[in-house]
């Protein structure tokens, strides 16, 4: 008989401290009765964002295998990585590691791409593009289904984001929603703390997914169909 999820443990590897509460409200959303550990390391982001896009510096990979290592080590029941830049890490990793990894944008792109082929990609870091993209694309070769990605890159939503102007912020990637669904079948949100946006979405004449709820909701259903 597997256990309650009040006897499980989650940890959640960060590459970035800001993504902490971000993904708290899905956390009580999802897993409320669910230890967490987090383990966030801001060099990570920081060195993702100063090398050329696309490119990953590969002491990052070292450092996401490492702290997955010592989460094992701590005895939680499976790791959650809730960076989309560097999504790469949780495939690199899993063959070291005894416990399940899952990688926060994974669940989003399988729902888009079993229903759909064309797909919209949302984006507020360019650094996330490629990363993103490639995902999808690798759903997609699993499936065996030929997609097509259209992506949308809105910079000027980080930027107010990073001063503390989430209305702009939210204001530029709602209309930005509403303008891509007129192209693409769904659209799916690169960002973790784009998923906050979600209720404001309702209206979108297309299906519109975030990690926060689809990669908590299969962090839960892991954890539930577990020994």
Do not use: W
Request: net charge neutral; charged share 20%.
């Amino acid at each position: 008989m597997s256990k309650p999820l009040s006897e499980r443990t989650l940890g959640i590897i960060h590459a970035s401290s800001l993504t902490i509460r971000a993904i708290q409200p899905y956390v009580d959303k999802y897993i409320p009765d669910v230890s967490v550990m987090h383990l966030a390391d801001d060099t990570i982001q920081r060195d993702n964002m100063r090398s050329p896009v696309g490119v990953i510096p590969k002491v990052n990979y070292y450092k996401f295998a490492q702290y997955a290592h010592n989460l094992e080590e701590a005895k939680v029941d499976m790791i959650l990585l809730a960076c989309s830049t560097f999504n790469y890490a949780a495939e690199l990793a899993r063959p070291m590691i005894n416990i399940p990894i899952q990688q926060i944008d994974r669940p989003m792109m399988e729902l888009a791409v079993s229903q759909f082929t064309h797909i919209g990609l949302l984006a507020t870091l360019k650094m996330t593009v490629p990363s993103s993209e490639r995902l999808l694309r690798i759903v997609a070769n699993e499936k065996g289904k030929q997609i097509d990605i259209k992506t949308v890159l809105c910079e000027q939503a980080f930027a107010a984001i990073e001063k503390g102007d989430v209305k702009t912020h939210n204001a530029i990637l709602i209309k930005e929603v509403h303008k891509l669904a007129e192209s693409v079948e769904c659209i799916v949100m690169a960002q973790l703390s784009m998923s906050a946006l979600a209720p404001e979405l309702t209206t979108v004449k297309v299906p519109v997914y975030n990690s926060g709820d689809t990669g908590l909701a299969r962090v839960r259903d892991m954890l539930l169909a577990m020994d």
